[in-house]
């Protein structure tokens, strides 16, 4: 019994130091810029890395993979609470894919998928007791398509239209918050028609003080993804190498600085939609000309 006992103990303390040793050396990759300061492998962001007064230092902010500076693969984000906050799919530093946004009590509050700066496909979004708020569907080109329901906060239907090519056409109904139809009117190419509308008299009053209209056009025209702020997870360099972000993550100039002016490098310039449209390449602190797009930008 002892000349088993002795090797399985041995074995057992063998295990232990090689998986510490395994765990340090995951640490040691954990954080990692290249030679030129580009942010590569996984990387944790802790609160002592960003400007948010929120955190505290030790706490986990984000985490996920950087391919060259770029967002890539999953990243989730957490609350200051430390409960999840988003998983977000990224390629190349910009959001695509199926994403998911937490309250900070656990429940989800939107689901939905991003390609291309837009919406597309299934759109759900939901209250913070867990009933459905929203369910929209958009098309390839970030379009409402089909019908669209709202909902109140008691899981009861508070309005539904549908919409062609995102322009609402037909009836539209609005129901009280107990499921009375309490308005009519009809739409022809996001235009009411004239001398459709019909209200009913009578109408239940909500059970608690009115809030924002359920039906809002700009709703689900852009994502909540933009509103996390890119890490700060190295120090600003006044005389030397930087790469600065926006709040979405893409990367706004490269190069060598002096005196806090992009000296040598790339300055990035994106449209509304954020989508990279040109590059303009600075020399001694001037502009000399603009950059080709290449696949990489």
Known sequence: MNTFYFPLKGLLLCFIMLSNIAAFAFEGDINRTDAKGQRQGYWIV???????KLYKPEDKVEEGVYQDNRKQGLWKRYWPSGKLRNEINYNEGKPQGEYKLYYENGRLEEHGRWTNNKNVGDFRRYHTNGNPQQQFYFDEKGKRNGMQKYYHDNGKLALEVNVVNGAESGICKR???????????????????QGSIRRTKGMTPAPTPASKDPYDKNIGKESKLTED??????????????VLYDKNGNVTQ?????????YDGKWYRYNSDGILVRIEIYKGGRYIGTGVISEQD
Do not use: C, W
């Not at 802790?46 to 948010?52: A, E, P, T, Y």
């Not at 490269?254 to 992009?262: C, K, M, P, Y």
């Open 229 to 242: 702020k890119t890490n700060k997870a190295q120090a600003f360099k006044p005389n030397g190498f930087n």
């Open 254 to 262: 490269s190069g060598e600085f002096q005196q806090g002016r992009l």
């Open 46 to 52: 802790k609160g002592s890395m960003i400007n948010d």
């Open 175 to 193: 129901y009280d918050h107990n499921g009375s139809v309490v308005e009519e009117k009809t739409f022809e190419n996001g235009v009411v028609k």
